[in-house]
């Protein structure tokens, strides 16, 4: 009998062809919510993130104070109609076709993400998915958002610890896991795990992983 093991996809630019952020961001726009100076800003994180020079930290600090009050209800809601609308179209058809051959191979399949549960939820109801390990955000008692981040991040070593506690609740072993990534930021994870398959790797990933022998896929 196959021994179950875990299948772990990162989610932007990995399953997704795009980067959520700026999908988001747009969609603020046109609701009158975000302007040219927001996309200017958002572009600078990004090519910071991709170059690994971000303090993410930081940044979803300043980014989280503009939902402090604001239900975790809604924003799911909200984030499902976004989803729908500016993202589902954007799901690469070599990630559902690898998410199905794990599901069909028995593995336990999750998207480990550094975006926002709300955002990845969605994609994981979409592909069958069963596990979603993501950055939250702090609720209070009453169900609204205080504005903070729930740390670790999952970015960098946060991913190796978020992934691990939830294998570990499965009885899984995370050295045995096989890991779906394009980012370099992802390097902890992807030297945690068994198997690293690197998709539509950045720059850096892709030296990396020439280097290292890893498996490159473009989706």
């Given at each position: 009998m196959k021994k179950r093991r875990a299948a772990l996809f990162d989610m932007d630019r990995t399953l997704l062809r795009v980067e959520t952020a700026s999908l988001y961001a747009q969609y603020q726009r046109r609701l009158?919510?975000?302007d040219w100076s927001d996309m200017v800003?958002?572009?600078?994180?990004?090519?910071?993130?991709k170059f690994g020079v971000l303090d993410v930290t930081r940044v979803a600090e300043k980014v989280l104070v503009n939902i402090k009050g604001v239900s975790e209800i809604s924003l799911a809601a909200r984030c499902d109609d976004w989803f729908q609308n500016d993202v589902e179209h954007h799901i690469a058809d070599a990630g559902r076709l690898a998410v199905k051959r794990h599901r069909e191979a028995g593995?336990?399949?999750?998207?480990?993400?550094?975006?926002?549960?709300?955002?990845?939820?969605?994609?994981?109801?979409?592909?069958?998915?069963?596990?979603?390990?993501?950055?939250?955000?702090?609720?209070?008692?009453?169900?609204?958002?205080?504005?903070?981040?729930?740390?670790?991040?999952?970015?960098?070593?946060?991913?190796?610890?978020?992934?691990?506690?939830?294998?570990?609740?499965?009885?899984?072993?995370?050295?045995?896991?096989?890991?779906?990534?394009?980012?370099?930021?992802?390097?902890?994870?992807?030297?945690?795990?068994?198997?690293?398959?690197?998709?539509?790797?950045?720059?850096?990933?892709?030296?990396i992983a020439k280097k290292r022998g890893y498996r490159i896929e473009h989706w």
């Open positions: 009158g919510e975000a800003k958002l572009a600078y994180w990004l090519a910071q993130y593995d336990v399949c999750a998207i480990v993400t550094a975006a926002s549960p709300y955002a990845s939820r969605p994609l994981a109801r979409i592909l069958g998915i069963e596990h979603v390990v993501a950055s939250p955000f702090e609720v209070d008692e009453k169900g609204y958002f205080t504005g903070r981040p729930v740390k670790p991040l999952n970015i960098g070593e946060g991913k190796v610890t978020r992934a691990k506690a939830l294998l570990d609740s499965l009885d899984l072993q995370l050295h045995e896991a096989i890991f779906y990534t394009d980012s370099v930021q992802d390097l902890p994870l992807v030297e945690a795990v068994g198997e690293a398959v690197c998709v539509n790797p950045d720059p850096r990933l892709s030296r």
